[in-house]
């Protein structure tokens, strides 16, 4: 349950809070409104754990988070004849901290599991017979865990001293419970819940409620339903404090390439551009593997005259840690024309958390600069480090080595550069943001490394060297990626697909991690991010396909090859594809609680297929003939009408004579035909593709409803997305009729929303690639655009500001769930229309 929350410290929780004590002093309140506005801008993305956004549509109102909501900061100021304007980030003016919560310091209190007699929420009650324990108290894998609480019933009582004075400043409650939580201070229940949980949730407190001076009680109850359970909480109270960077720049405008998201700022009489470029060039392994990003910037004079101008960049330990009641470490370095500062923790718990809402702990978070006059890079302090640049105190050399809770002291990484004099001739820089992560996935037992590291044998310092002396040459290859995919798929579907697939490039591949086995065999691990954290899902992989399809194959092959090696070394032994092969980032065998026969089947042959149909030549095929040959079988024999199971979409749950799901079983015989087609396998192509053109006829009849076709075959006035019939376009199977297809896309033209066309009859909801899929089957690109354009909306107009949903409402744009998934790789499935 709780996995899929929030795990933001004190500090995060209440970034919005405390940032609205000092409203940022705007300068002018114009600002260039852009044609295409994402729901969240994508800055830093290297992997499922490096990976930060901006959800605003200025730069600097708020913090940048990692995709789960978590606060990774990242601050921007330029300084222009002594005036300081910040463009990127915001600061966060931490509370005061009255009665710690876990995530700043473990804290005592009086519990029990047994039902307690009347009157224990009370201050005077006699809790002598109960036991004593630290919290936070919940089950196994909860964030800042001192004492297991395994039982359904837990009751914990904390007696506390106020001090005398509390000042004037607003005091709030902050607590987190899983599942059912009733809580009371000194006997007044103050919180109640049904059957749900949440994390730091902040409640105002009125004054007269608590005892200055005296002796206070926070009581609480929590019912542990199913699944985890969890209890926290804690006092704070605001802190008013004035921002240091308190003038923001002017935001002029804003653009999303495939691998760089570009800002243009006015600051004072100076312009700045301001370039966040990821090289996830699909085509170059060792490149988008290489965990270096660049923040890029040109500065020039707007006035012709001369200015006196300085850059200040910095970022957290946040990056490197899943809590901030972690104890972190950073170190200044510097070999050959680089330096850098790194954090990361002192524990080094290397891959031993997996999860969803999981930010990796181990490894080293960088900022790194390639050495030239005028730069420099050191440890600081989070506040200290902001008033030194703008008063001009910074030190010339800063310490060596720190080591802190930011919980209690907030450090920072810190750059700058004296640019001096810049005039109307513009003036340059770039900082590199980096992360190693020692061990990158668990596979079967062997921790494996990155790719970039050629098994150890290179460095993080190489890494960041090669990306200094390259960089020239990286940032033509990635001018020349977001040339052609903004080209292609404008020619594909028109301006608002290409932007589309503009802002799902990054989100897709970094939602990925590229190792290899022992054997040296490529793996393409996904992330199922903001879900349940599975590791090479295939029913992640199966809609993520097209983009990797279009841009480099290989990289579809290391997402299916952990699936067919999982069934090949007989550690999965079902006559059917599995789910997944673990929880992220542990892939030792599957962790989801069932099997999706029929989806995972179809999924590997038809995309199998598709490598086959990519490459010329069924040579990946060949290879894992055999089990291919056992799925093929499995969806003949129970394909056609498939039993009570889950498919892809399975938060619509389980249910019988899925329609779609039928189809896919159809397209995955006539792939397995085509495939032995071209390995040369006469008579087995022709069984197999007669059976699947008659299955396709079955079909027709069975779902028949009119002008359309059903949802389940025993339901008639009902319909569905029937995405999956596209690969019989994509691929050229040719055994459906074109008028099914023809008249689906008639009759979902009747259905559309303002936001997109339902998923089904069921609900209003969508899935974002599948209205991509269905719309692919439209005869024209016209028709493909009347699909689209709904969906561009969504995206553009969603009130939820994170990382591209795929799962929304299509009557008013909300999120229901998922966000930052690979899936959205789907979008490019258009450009496979050839």
Known sequence: MFSRLQYCGIITILALLFIACSPTEQVNETVKKESFRAPSYPLITIDPYTSAWSNTDQLFDAPVTHWTGKTHSLIGALKVDGEVYRFLGKEIIPPKVILPMANYEHWEASYTEKQPAVGWETTNFDDAGWETGKGAFGTSGMPALSTSWESKDIWVRRLFQLPAELGTEDIYLIYSHDDIFELYLNGEQLVKTEYEWHNNVLLKLDREKLKPGKENCIAVHCHNRTGGGYVDFGIIQERKQNE???????????NITSTATIYNFTCGPVDLQLEFVSPLIPDNLDLLSRPVNYINYEIQASDNKKHNVQIYIETTPEWAVNDLSQEVELTAGAKENISWVKAGTVEQPVLQKKGDNIRIDWGYHYLATAEKPGTAIRIGDYLLSKQQFANNELPEVGVDKFTTKMSHSMPALVYTENMQEVSKQAKSGYVMLAYDDIESIQYFGDNLKAWWTKNGKVSITDALQAAVTERDEVLTSCRKIDDAVYAEALDAGGKNYAKLCELAFRQSIAAHKLVKDTKGNIL?????????????????????????????????????????????SGKWTKPFAAHDVGTYPLANGQTYGGDMPVEECGNMIILTTAIADAEGNADYAAGHWDVLTTWANYLMENGLDPENQLCTDDFAGHFAHNVNLSAKAIMGIAGYGKLAEMLGKNDIAEKYTSEAKQMAQEWMKMADDGDHYRLTFDKPETWSQKYNLVWDKLLNLGIFPEEVAQTEIKYYLTKQNKYGLPLDNRRTYTKSDWIIWTATLAADKETFQKFIDPLYEFVSETPDRVPMSDWYETPDAKQVGFQARSVVGGYFIKMLDE
């Open 244 to 254: 240091i960077f308190a003038t923001a720049a002017i935001q002029n405008s804003v």
């Open 524 to 568: 393409f691990l996904s992330k199922e991010n903001f879900s349940n954290g599975s590791i090479g899902t295939v029913d992640v992989t199966y809609p993520s396909a097209p983009l990797f399809l279009k841009y480099n194959p290989d990289l579809l092959k290391g997402m299916m090859n952990p699936i067919f090696y999982y069934s090949e």
